[in-house]
């Protein structure tokens, strides 16, 4: 246990389906991250949040919208995502941006 | 474009060997360089450097940067079983982290 909880663990759904993940820390951390790790790839920044605020990733497809409320919850909203997005999504936080990140488990994500 | 470069990308040793695992980059806007470790889902935060030259230890694992060569290393000694996971090297450049591909270290009894 990181401190770092993601729900769903796994999650399949259909291409005209909107889900969204899940992400909290118990740290008191004031950073929040969503990377995107597929296979034989190397992990992927998609989101950063520092103080609830976000910073933008214009490589992000807009079908995949974060959401911070505060500073422990991170949310990703899905939405008419494509076979190609099946990957495992991880949730981190840290005590400010760039500071050593702890990890969730990771929701596995599989689009059909 | 910022790339981070690990090598090896796999490595198989016996228990009890010293393996070295490099990480390389060529970045805008450095600040940090981190180093995680990952057996099955979560990595694992194991060190991150700043300044050259300075080894940060934990255990039987140490790391060390050089910022005028742009690599860092990870040593790992006495290698155990437990020690098979892929080791991630990350530089943190502002508002983005890059990952390199890892090292998957498989350590034989």
């Known amino acids: 246990e990181t401190g770092v909880t993601q729900t769903p663990r796994h999650l399949v759904m259909g291409m005209t389906n909107k889900k969204s993940l899940k992400c909290e820390q118990h740290?008191?951390?004031?950073?929040m991250y969503w990377y995107k790790q597929s296979a034989k790839k190397p992990l992927e920044l998609m989101f950063v949040?520092?103080?609830?605020?976000?910073?933008e990733n214009n490589s992000v497809p807009s079908r995949f919208s974060p959401e911070c409320p505060n500073s422990s919850h991170l949310f990703l909203h899905l939405h008419t995502l494509q076979p190609e997005d099946s990957a495992l999504y991880l949730c981190?936080?840290?005590?400010?941006?760039?500071?050593?990140?702890?990890f969730g488990q990771g929701t596995r994500l599989t689009v059909v | 474009e910022d790339k981070v470069v690990q090598s090896p990308l796999s490595l198989v040793v016996h228990e009890g060997d010293t393996v070295t695992l490099n990480c390389s980059y060529e970045?805008?806007?450095?600040?940090?360089l981190l180093w995680y470790k990952q057996e099955k889902k979560a990595p694992t935060f194991l060190f991150m450097l700043?300044?050259?030259?300075i080894e940060k230890k934990s255990g039987r694992l140490s790391s060390i940067l050089d910022k005028k060569e742009l690599f860092s290393i990870l040593n790992i000694t006495a290698t155990q079983t437990g020690d098979s996971a892929v080791y991630l090297c990350?530089?943190?450049?502002?508002?983005?982290?890059?990952f390199g591909a890892g090292t998957r270290l498989t350590v034989k009894p």
């Open positions: 981190a936080s840290s005590q400010d941006k760039g500071r050593g990140a702890f």
């Open positions: 970045v805008t806007n450095f600040r940090s």
């Open positions: 990350a530089v943190d450049i502002n508002n983005d982290m890059r």
């Open positions: 740290l008191g951390h004031n950073a």
């Open positions: 700043t300044s050259s030259g």
């Open positions: 949040y520092s103080l609830e605020e976000r910073v």
